[in-house]
């Protein structure tokens, strides 16, 4: 296996699953497309895109799985390819995100002459940002520090303790999308009252996606941490969770300070 | 070479006042000219003295807070203006007729109306 190879590097096998994300995004992209235009079996063509894209996922990152911690192919080396790329994922992220603020305060900093040249315009009546974005705001935080109590029990080899706070940290970030779907439910505002609704829901939503997202990628770790694939020196994808987490907790921050708070006034 | 290179300074500096100096006479003069001449672009009203038969033309002044060439905010502002001070002062108000005149000086015909319409709809969306 690892033994026979004269070098630390991973050779992968070839898989199937490249090709079959293509196909679903092909199907995701045309069915999207027919389903916002006239065209029959748009919707369907669109699900079975995007139900095709989500079993890839499931099965490659399976594999990567299979091939890193069962069959010992990920060296410090080949460890570094996941590393860096969590991180430039990330850093894609947040680009994704500057673009939803910056186009926030593009039309709330100098609000345009046909909404009256106010912020927030006239008729919306805004979430009181004190309320549950307040309450909000030290869930998200705490549920970042879980991740690191998590961290550090795994790093001094307490595998029990590590699914606990890994429990704690999912217990409060379900907490967390709760009251965020709640207030959305009960907003007096929905995403087509003018300019103000549609960056709201748009930088909000995009951010309560990727706490979803980041929510999965914590619950698969703790299933991880309790079947025993992470060890006190390799734990490259519990550290991506933990960066990933990290980074939507800072865009919550960034997001309750400009839309909830200053958007509001 | 130091006291040629003190004079080439000196000579750049007066070059450089000369050329703001320039600018700001410039600028003056074409003040000047906009209320002076009867041009379309720049009048907005037309006074005839009863004494003597002279065209006096205005404008509304250059307002510090609006100094882009887009005068959009301008005359939105001076309009909420306007009504603003009617609503305090009353209809007809001799102070407010300040506004009215900057107002029409300054917001195509197509903007005022279709404000008026919206005002009376009860869906003019600027803060009254």
Same mark, same amino acid.
């Given at each position: 296996?690892?033994?026979?190879?004269?070098?630390?590097?991973?050779?992968?096998?070839?898989?199937?699953?490249?090709?079959?994300?293509?196909?679903?995004?092909?199907?995701?992209?045309?069915?999207?497309?027919?389903?916002?235009?006239?065209?029959?079996?748009?919707?369907?063509?669109?699900?079975?895109?995007?139900?095709?894209?989500?079993?890839?996922?499931?099965?490659?990152?399976?594999?990567?799985?299979?091939?890193?911690?069962?069959?010992?192919?990920?060296? /410090?080396?080949?460890?570094?390819?996941?590393?860096?790329?969590?991180?430039?994922?990330?850093?894609?992220?947040?680009?994704?995100?500057?673009?939803?603020?910056?186009?926030?305060?593009?039309?709330?900093?100098?609000?345009?002459?046909?909404?009256?040249?106010?912020?927030?315009?006239?008729?919306?009546?805004?979430?009181?940002?004190?309320?549950?974005?307040?309450?909000?705001?030290?869930?998200?935080?705490?549920?970042?520090?879980?991740?690191?109590? @998590?961290?550090?029990?795994?790093?001094?080899?307490?595998?029990?303790?590590?699914?606990?706070?890994?429990?704690?940290?999912?217990?409060?970030?379900?907490?967390?999308?709760?009251?965020?779907?709640?207030?959305?439910?009960?907003?007096?505002?929905?995403?087509?009252?003018?300019?103000?609704?549609?960056?709201?829901?748009?930088?909000?939503?995009?951010?309560?996606?990727?706490?979803?997202?980041?929510?999965?990628?914590?619950?698969?770790?703790?299933? +991880?941490?309790?079947? !025993?694939?992470?060890? /006190?020196?390799?734990?490259?994808?519990?550290?991506?969770?933990?960066?990933?987490?990290?980074?939507?907790?800072?865009?919550?921050?960034?997001?309750?300070?400009?839309?909830?708070?200053?958007?509001?006034? | 070479?130091?006291?040629?290179?003190?004079?080439?300074?000196?000579?750049?500096?007066?070059?450089?006042?000369?050329?703001?100096?320039?600018?700001?006479?410039?600028?003056?003069?074409?003040?000047?000219?906009?209320?002076?001449?009867?041009?379309?672009?720049?009048?907005?009203?037309?006074? +005839?003295?009863?004494?003597?038969?002279?065209?006096?033309?205005?404008?509304?002044?250059?307002?510090?807070?609006?100094?882009?060439?887009?005068?959009?905010?301008?005359?939105?502002?001076?309009?909420?203006?306007?009504?603003?001070?009617?609503? @305090? /002062?009353?209809?007809?108000?001799?102070?407010?007729?300040?506004? @009215? /005149?900057?107002?029409?000086?300054?917001?195509? !015909?197509?903007?005022?109306?279709?404000?008026?319409?919206?005002?009376?709809?009860?869906?003019?969306? !600027?803060?009254?």
């Amino acid at each position: 296996m690892i033994e026979s190879q004269r070098h630390s590097y991973h050779l992968v096998d070839p898989s199937p699953w490249p090709i079959s994300g293509s196909l679903g995004a092909l199907a995701t992209t045309v069915g999207g497309v027919m389903y916002m235009h006239p065209f029959q079996g748009g919707a369907r063509l669109l699900s079975l895109g995007l139900i095709f894209i989500l079993y890839t996922m499931f099965v490659w990152w399976r594999d990567v799985l299979r091939e890193s911690t069962l069959e010992g192919h990920h060296t /410090k080396v080949v460890q570094l390819g996941p590393r860096y790329g969590s991180i430039l994922f990330i850093v894609s992220e947040v680009m994704f995100f500057f673009a939803f603020f910056w186009a926030s305060s593009h039309s709330s900093l100098a609000p345009a002459v046909e909404i009256g040249g106010i912020w927030p315009p006239k008729g919306i009546e805004v979430l009181d940002p004190w309320e549950i974005p307040f309450l909000n705001t030290p869930i998200l935080p705490s549920s970042g520090a879980a991740v690191t109590w @998590a961290h550090h029990a795994i790093l001094a080899g307490k595998e029990k303790r590590a699914v606990y706070a890994l429990v704690a940290t999912v217990l409060l970030a379900l907490v967390f999308t709760g009251f965020q779907g709640m207030e959305y439910y009960q907003a007096p505002f929905t995403i087509s009252d003018s300019i103000y609704g549609s960056t709201f829901f748009l930088a909000t939503g995009f951010h309560g996606f990727h706490v979803i997202i980041g929510t999965l990628f914590l619950i698969i770790c703790g299933i +991880r941490q309790y079947l !025993g694939h992470l060890t /006190k020196e390799h734990h490259v994808g519990f550290e991506a969770a933990a960066w990933y987490w990290h980074f939507v907790d800072v865009v919550w921050l960034f997001l309750f300070v400009s839309i909830y708070w200053w958007g509001g006034i | 070479s130091l006291a040629s290179s003190a004079s080439s300074r000196r000579h750049r500096t007066g070059e450089k006042s000369w050329r703001f100096a320039n600018f700001f006479i410039f600028n003056r003069l074409r003040l000047l000219l906009s209320l002076s001449l009867p041009n379309q672009a720049f009048s907005s009203f037309v006074f +005839r003295s009863a004494m003597e038969d002279e065209i006096e033309l205005k404008t509304a002044p250059a307002d510090f807070r609006f100094p882009t060439t887009n005068q959009t905010r301008h005359c939105f502002t001076r309009y909420i203006e306007f009504h603003r001070c009617t609503t @305090a /002062k009353g209809e007809d108000s001799n102070e407010c007729e300040r506004f @009215a /005149k900057y107002y029409r000086a300054l917001c195509p !015909g197509e903007w005022v109306d279709k404000w008026n319409e919206q005002r009376e709809t009860g869906t003019f969306p !600027g803060p009254l």
